[in-house]
């Protein structure tokens, strides 16, 4: 054993695997001690750490494979000349700059969004030039690089000083050492990989410890595999027949009644009295703002002068709740009006294309549909979702060059996309063509930049200042678009895709979920406050009532200005992948994989969780309805009854 230990791909092996938990511990001493306030250590704490050290453990063993296999394949002769030498010595820093790099990035990625290397990750690395541009624009990577690079040439200095590196010089394997190595090397990752399961960390209470109890690399890879959950294999269900019963009797209401007989056709007409109107509708879907950016939630910068003016004048949802964490999420709930099934958005999915979508009305009454984004509509597969809805697609591959004045990497600045969406509707209303557009901003991103001179911010103010420039543009807009002839006949519906950040320590933090959203034009809509809790799905099903239409939809989102409305329980949907929730203004119920749920009682304005007591009588309604909206909405798309007919 002691010579199977000191051959060459063994000392191969525990040097690279050695370098990898140094770094990995590492990592996790500086995220835990970036987050201990949010933590509240203790002993649930250390017990995390100890599983995080175990995977680390688990993790080292792929770390180490590619150096075993080195080992195995290089002659002991070989490793003693000089060019080998300085090759292995090049390697070497190679894979520990990569590890310093995967450390700084983890640091990085755990300050924004509070989590290990998950879904988001993953997405991040399919969509390199974006997302590298953004990296680019958003930190000092001119200084980033280089000091990685130089600390892992002092690390390998350090560890060649230390005379780790001359024990691989020594005697060459033997055969049979090589050959127990292969073993090793084809045998042990393949067990680690079937017997070890990130979803056997323990629940904690505080979601920290959750994320304090993986291992980043293992989290990534984990994530790049389930891209999308089955809803039958992981989540609590109830019998096929019970859910859709149940189903339509949640959703139908006297106006809105189920197309047929059929218990599998969950399509409801939505019937109402009046004379249709044929207004045009321009929806902006607002790139990360935050409820929390507003006055009417508490915020008292002034960053948000044109929104909050707007919101005094409009149909406005005081209590709006965004249905997840990604910008394809928000479109998702708005286009779709459904909540959020399990895993990656369906926007984001191979099947996700020539779906039913809330365009279908527009484009029944033979309105010009369009979908407006200053970046590559490419990115998260958008272009391919609205086009197969029956949009026109302007994004920025479709616009000349003097149509963008200033742009980040994830595109054009918000006026650039506000002017080029006036000059569309110009062209339909001269053409007396009636225009629904679906625009999407991007200016308060990172890395927060915008063109000077529109604000009393300047750059440097990043942040604050690129909420603040996306309100300027917004109001920019508007007051644009009223000197049109068409602004008369439309309506402005404003809403986020989600909020600015979404890390806490709850399993689900809901107050990284409130967002605003209105309907405006104050000679059509008037205004009104909506108190009820509701979500971005009810968003385009209270559009289609002040437009008075007729229509059939296989959404779960409600008219919240209908009569019905009032009778209805209030409800809204979040979730951030793995898990999907439904809350009410008094309770959270949350389903998670492997069957597992928790009930909590909510108090909304601080997005407080207390455990609920085993209440059959509250508890199990609350779990039954949840399960229900859920599990249909995920059958309704997997079953592909939501393809839309492209005759």
Not at 106 to 113: I, N
Not at 149 to 173: M, Q, R, S, W, Y
Request: aromatic share 14%; charged share 20%.
């Amino acid at each position: 054993m002691n010579r199977l230990l000191s051959s060459i791909p063994a000392r191969f092996a525990i040097l690279s695997g050695g370098l990898f938990l140094a770094f990995s511990f590492v990592s996790r001493i500086a995220l835990l001690a970036t987050s201990w306030s949010e933590i509240s250590p203790g002993i649930r704490t250390f017990g995390a750490f100890g599983i995080g050290i175990l995977f680390d453990i688990f993790a080292s063993v792929f770390a180490a494979a590619p150096w075993l296999l080195l080992g195995i394949i290089l002659p002991g002769k070989l490793l003693k000349t000089r060019w080998m030498k300085y090759t292995l010595a090049a390697l070497a820093v190679f894979y520990s700059g990569i590890l310093i790099f995967i450390t700084t990035a983890e640091w990085f990625f755990w300050e924004e969004f509070g989590a290990r290397f998950n879904f988001i990750a993953v997405d991040y690395l399919i969509w390199t030039q974006e997302v590298w541009g953004n990296i680019s624009e958003s930190y000092p990577m001119g200084i980033i690089i280089p000091a990685i690079v130089i600390l892992a040439c002092l690390v390998i200095f350090g560890l060649k000083k230390t005379g780790l590196f001359h024990f691989t010089e020594k005697a060459p394997t033997k055969a049979r050492h090589r050959l127990a190595a292969l073993a090793f090397l084809l045998i042990v990752p393949f067990l680690t990989g079937r017997l070890v399961s990130q979803s056997a960390i323990p629940a904690f209470s505080n979601q920290y410890n959750t994320e304090i109890a993986k291992n980043g690399c293992w989290a990534f890879f984990t994530a790049f595999k389930q891209m999308e959950l089955d809803y039958q294999r992981w989540y609590l269900e109830l019998p096929h027949d019970e859910a859709l019963s149940s189903v339509h009797r949640l959703l139908n209401t006297p106006t809105e009644e189920s197309s047929s007989a059929d218990p599998e056709d969950l399509s409801r007409t939505i019937t109402t009295t009046g004379e249709e109107k044929k207004w045009n509708v321009i929806l902006v879907c607002m790139e990360s703002m935050s409820a929390d950016f507003m006055r009417y939630a508490g915020n008292e910068l002034n960053l948000t002068p044109k929104l909050e003016e707007l919101r005094e004048n409009s149909v406005f949802f005081e209590n709006l709740y965004a249905t997840g964490t990604r910008t394809v999420r928000g479109m998702e709930a708005i286009t779709l009006g459904l909540p959020p099934t399990p895993g990656q958005a369906i926007i984001y999915r191979p099947e996700g294309t020539n779906l039913k979508t809330s365009f279908g009305p527009f484009l029944d009454r033979g309105y010009d549909c369009g979908f407006f984004y200053g970046g590559d509509g490419r990115f998260d597969y958008m272009n391919r979702f609205f086009s197969t809805a029956g949009c026109r697609i302007v994004d920025a591959n479709a616009w000349k060059d003097s149509d963008t004045t200033f742009e980040t990497a994830w595109g054009a600045c918000d006026e650039d996309l506000f002017n080029k969406t006036i000059a569309d509707a110009d062209a339909d209303h001269a053409k007396g063509k009636p225009f629904n557009f679906f625009c999407m901003t991007t200016s308060n991103h990172r890395p927060y930049d915008f063109p000077s001179g529109r604000i009393n911010l300047t750059p440097a103010d990043r942040r604050k200042g690129a909420v603040k420039y996306a309100d300027w543009a917004l109001g920019d807009f508007i007051e644009k678009a009223s000197a049109k002839p068409w602004f008369e006949n439309t309506i402005f519906v404003i809403v986020s895709d989600h909020c600015a950040s979404s890390a806490g320590k709850q399993d689900i933090e809901v107050t990284k979920y409130r967002i605003p959203g209105m309907i405006y034009n104050p000679a059509l809509v008037g205004k009104n406050k909506i108190t009820k809790l509701s979500s971005q799905i009810d968003l385009m099903p209270t559009v289609f009532g002040l437009l008075n239409w007729n229509y059939t939809t296989l959404g779960f989102g409600r008219d919240y200005l209908s009569h019905s409305a009032e009778s209805l329980p209030e409800r809204s949907f979040v979730s951030n992948y793995q898990k999907i929730a439904m809350i009410t203004p008094d309770s959270m119920t949350i389903l998670k994989p492997n069957k597992k749920h928790s009930s909590y009682n909510l108090y909304l304005p601080t997005g407080e969780l207390t455990r609920m007591a085993i209440d059959r009588k509250c508890r199990l309604p609350l779990l039954h309805d949840t399960t229900t909206y859920y599990q249909t909405a995920s059958w309704l798309f997997g079953s592909g009854k939501m393809k839309r007919s492209t005759k």
